[in-house]
């Protein structure tokens, strides 16, 4: 399209003649929200619904203040700097129709590693109510087999020694509610957005474990005055590609840097309880509960477990993207066989929640063949995810003589998946994990021994001394071995 206009506050004007854009006055924001870990997942999910609040009912105190603390965030730092905080939200339906929004709600953006100092003022300003978190299952740095928090981390041992250089969402955190607490100012909220099955709780834990090490009197106030409410988050975002660069482009003659895509489907679940005062997210389709625990259990264990299931066993068979798999009827019925039989009996009663119509609605929104979300991408950081989606599934399978077949062979397939890295077709896989290389240090001892890649105890605690688990597995990773033909071992089971 001829007439490309740069994504930016000055061009905001020309720019809502082509697509819908914020009509609120952004300059008149304040950052009522600091939110760490600002990727496609948050700009998609948390500043979409505050973006309608804002929209809709002129509300100006809950901009949010974007915050990354590691070098990574170096990137989406610059370019929504340049574009004044402006993205656009491609929303793409299962029909083909695509949706074309800009967001406006995130104000600012600052860099830890570049100014800490500047971070922890932000963070300790009175407009600070709340701090918000999408910092992925590793950024808590606990052990996943105990929970335990890893005082070995050289950055936090850094931030014991030196609290007034934080390195990590620890440091950050303590540090500003220390001063916010000496300058007599009430406590934020700490709210993580993470797919980490009682996300409030594990914050509160790994926090409190750390301030009582660092601070012991800070400890003490952070547990009288910061609350820590569990919330559910869902919503897929695949990562933004060049061709959804391009579209905006060639579509609408609009230059975004990094627009994020996402399927239509939101949801977000939140304990109500907050330490100083909230958005009224409710207006704009947020679910406040008193008890969101039973809502996180089954998305968890079905939404994001069954992708899980599909990415490792996908990968393996050659599959790219998710949908794909949806393509493949072996696929489907051993995804809801999986849902069905081994996840279902073990979640707990969710009000207003009919299981198999949300299990349809999940099918359907893997198959979606717009959103094209990567099997990679799905399988990124394993190590973090399965253990908290799919191996407690499993374990609580064990302990109620419940079904454990589906899961045990996703467990051999990624223990040939860490071993091979390659496809059934001997194609390379692209392996994204923290632990890759304990992954396949220990996956490649398992034609010598064949537990040794369950005996990591971090992420399989005692599995590997379970008779049960132990024999079906020792006997599926050698048949996988033998012949890395997934889906013939999937069609067994179906």
């Not at 990094?258 to 907050?274: A, H, L, N």
């Not at 969101?292 to 068979?317: D, F, Q, T």
């Amino acid at each position: 399209m001829e007439n490309t206009m740069v994504l930016n506050q000055k061009n905001l004007a020309a720019i809502a003649d082509r697509i819908p854009c914020p009509a609120y006055d952004r300059s008149e924001l304040t950052a009522g929200m600091v939110h760490i870990g600002v990727g496609g997942f948050h700009r998609a999910h948390q500043a979409f619904y505050t973006d309608n609040l804002l929209g809709e009912y002129g509300v100006s105190e809950w901009g949010i203040c974007g915050i990354g603390l590691r070098e990574g965030d170096r990137k989406i730092h610059d370019i929504l700097k340049n574009q004044d905080g402006l993205y656009t939200l491609i929303v793409k339906h299962p029909d083909g129709t695509i949706e074309s929004k800009i967001m406006g709600s995130l104000v600012d953006f600052l860099l830890g590693i570049d100014n800490p100092v500047a971070v922890i003022d932000r963070m300790a300003h009175p407009d600070t109510k709340i701090v918000s978190l999408t910092i992925t299952e590793g950024g808590y740095n606990f052990t996943a087999s105990t929970g335990e928090f890893d005082f070995d981390n050289p950055d936090i041992q850094h931030e014991l020694k030196h609290p007034d250089n934080p390195k990590t969402v620890y440091g950050f955190l303590t540090a500003s509610l220390k001063k916010r607490r000496d300058a007599g100012l009430p406590a934020f909220t700490i709210m993580s957005c993470d797919n980490i099955q009682h996300n409030g709780d594990v914050a509160h834990d790994m926090l409190l474990t750390f301030a009582k090490r660092q601070d012991a009197a800070l400890a003490d106030w952070i547990e009288q005055e910061v609350r820590f409410p569990n919330t559910m988050v869902d919503r897929i975002t695949p990562v933004t590609t060049q061709a959804d660069i391009d579209y905006l482009q060639d579509t609408h003659g609009i230059k975004d840097e990094w627009p994020v895509t996402c399927e239509p489907f939101i949801q977000w679940v939140v304990e109500d309880k907050f330490s100083n005062g909230r958005p009224e997210f409710e207006k704009v389709g947020v679910q406040f509960v008193p008890n969101v625990k039973p809502y996180e259990k089954m998305k968890l264990r079905l939404l994001n477990a069954g992708h899980s299931v599909l990415g490792i066993l996908g990968a393996i068979h050659g599959h790219k993207t998710i949908n794909a798999c949806l393509e493949d009827e072996t696929f489907v019925t051993y995804l809801r066989a999986f849902m069905d039989k081994e996840a279902s009996p073990v979640l707990d009663a969710v009000e207003g929640i009919d299981l198999n119509e949300y299990k349809d609605s999940l099918v359907a929104r893997f198959a979606n063949p717009n959103i094209k979300d990567s099997v990679s991408r799905i399988c990124s950081e394993s190590s973090a995810k399965l253990p908290k989606f799919l191996i407690s599934t499993l374990e609580e399978n064990l302990a109620r003589g419940g079904s454990i077949q589906y899961a045990t062979l996703v467990i051999a397939t990624w223990c040939y998946y860490s071993d091979k890295g390659v496809d059934k077709n001997q194609q390379s896989i692209e392996i994204i994990d923290a632990m890759s290389n304990e992954l396949h240090h220990a996956s490649k001892q398992t034609q010598v021994d064949p537990l040794a890649f369950v005996k990591q105890e971090s992420l399989f605690g005692n599995l590997a001394q379970n008779d049960r688990f132990r024999n079906l597995y020792v006997d599926t990773v050698r048949k996988i071995y033998e012949d890395a033909n997934i889906k013939k071992y999937m069609q067994d089971l179906i």
